[in-house]
C-alpha cells in the first residue's frame, strides 16, 4: 500500500556530528544541479533528532537558486531498498535553509516534509535568489519496522527556483557575419563561473565569456559554464553568409544592357550604404538602400568616361564586417 505523509516543518532539535563518507554531513554536502538527475544512497549515515521526525541514515545534498530563485520541484526515484527482516524501505526529504557555516542554530525546516515508501515529488515554496539550500534524504522505520530504511534512489531537482539556463546562464544568440568579418560572443552566467568555448578555430581567447569570433565559415560554437559546483553547455552559431560581387564595369549608352550598376545580392541587405566618387574624392552618388541602381549620373547629369571608386556597407549584418572597397569604370 502507498503511503505519503506531508509533515509541517519543525526546525532542527539536534545535530549529530559525522565522520562517515561521503555526503553524510552538511559540509559533505553533494552539490545538485538543476535538471541534473544524481545517483544516491542512505546506508550507513547517522540520524538527526527532531529533523521532520526522528529519521536516521541522512545524507546531505546542496544547490544555489538562480537570480530570480522561485519553487523548486524535487523527484525522488528509483527507490530501491533492500529486503531486510525489521527494516523500513520509506524515504523522507527535506530541505533546508542556513547561512553556509552548518551550525545548528542557523538552519531552519523549508516545508514540505515529505516521505513516501514508493517514488515520490513535492514542490516548495517560494526559495529566495542567489542563495544556498541544502536538501536532506532519511531513513524511516516505516510499518512496525524498527531499523530505519537504507535505500538507493535518484534525485533530481528543477523548477523556477533552481533552472539557470535561460535565467543566468546564455551562449547568447545567433549571429550573421559576412566574410571576413567578426563578431563578438556573449557568454553569460552568474558572478565566479568560468567558460570553456570549443571549437577554438577563429576565436580570439576560448576562455573568456565574450571572445571575438571570426570564422572562415558557418560555425556553432559550445560554452561550457562551470558555477557554484554545477556545469552547463549551451551552444551558438555564427552563419558567415556569402558576400555580395559588385561588377566594375558600366555602360549606360541606352542598350538596355548593362545601362545601371547592377549588384547581385545586395537586395539582401536593404540598409547597405552604397558611396561612389570620382577620381578627386568627389562624392557622385550616395544612398542608402540600394533600391534603384545607379544610371551612371550625378544629379542628373551624365558623368564622363573614366574609373570611379566605391564604397560598400552591408548594415544590416550583425557583426562588424569591412566595406566592399573597388573601382567601376564608365564606358560611354
Not at 545524507?59 to 520541484?73: K, M
Not at 520509506?90 to 517514488?119: E, K
Request: net charge negative.
Amino acid at each position: 500500500m502507498r503511503i505519503a505523509v506531508v509533515i509541517p516543518c519543525l526546525l532542527l532539535a539536534g545535530l549529530t556530528a559525522f565522520a562517515q563518507p561521503p555526503n553524510n554531513s552538511c559540509a559533505t554536502a553533494q552539490t545538485l544541479c538543476g535538471q541534473q538527475p544524481v545517483g544516491g544512497n542512505n546506508t550507513g549515515p547517522p540520524g538527526i533528532p527532531g529533523l521532520c521526525t526522528n529519521t536516521n541514515n541522512v545524507v546531505w545534498y546542496t544547490f544555489t537558486t538562480n537570480s530570480l530563485g522561485g519553487v523548486l520541484d524535487v523527484d525522488i526515484t528509483g527507490i530501491d531498498c533492500p529486503q531486510v527482516a525489521n527494516m523500513g524501505n520509506m524515504l523522507t526529504a527535506l530541505i533546508l535553509s542556513g547561512d553556509g557555516s552548518c551550525t545548528l542554530s542557523t538552519f531552519s525546516a523549508v516545508p514540505p516534509c515529505v516521505s513516501d515508501s514508493q517514488d515520490f515529488s513535492f514542490t516548495t515554496q517560494a526559495l529566495n535568489p542567489s542563495t544556498q539550500y541544502w536538501l536532506t534524504v532519511a531513513g524511516a522505520p516505516n510499518g512496525g519496522a524498527t531499523t530505519p530504511a537504507q535505500c538507493d534512489f535518484t534525485i533530481d531537482v528543477s523548477g523556477p527556483g533552481v533552472d539557470i539556463v535561460g535565467v543566468d546562464y546564455s551562449a547568447g544568440s545567433d549571429v550573421e557575419i559576412g566574410q571576413g568579418g567578426s563578431t563578438q560572443l556573449n557568454a553569460t552566467g552568474p558572478a565566479g563561473s568560468t567558460f570553456i568555448w570549443s571549437p577554438t578555430t577563429g576565436l580570439s581567447d576560448n576562455n573568456i565569456p565574450n571572445p571575438i569570433a571570426a570564422p572562415t565559415g558557418s560555425t556553432t560554437y559550445t560554452v561550457t559554464t562551470t558555477t557554484n559546483g554545477c556545469t552547463y553547455v549551451d551552444q551558438v552559431t555564427v552563419n558567415v553568409i556569402r558576400l555580395i560581387e559588385p561588377p566594375n564595369t558600366l555602360t549606360p549608352n541606352g542598350d538596355g544592357f548593362n545601362d545601371t550598376w547592377e549588384i547581385p545580392g545586395i537586395n539582401d541587405y536593404p540598409g547597405a550604404e552604397v558611396v561612389i566618387h570620382d577620381r578627386w574624392g568627389q562624392i557622385v552618388y550616395r544612398a542608402i538602400g540600394y533600391r534603384e541602381p545607379w544610371d551612371g549620373t550625378n544629379k542628373g547629369k551624365k558623368l564622363s568616361e573614366g574609373t570611379y571608386y566605391y564604397s560598400i556597407r552591408l548594415n544590416q549584418l550583425q557583426g562588424q564586417s569591412d566595406p566592399y572597397l573597388g573601382f567601376i569604370s564608365i564606358v560611354r
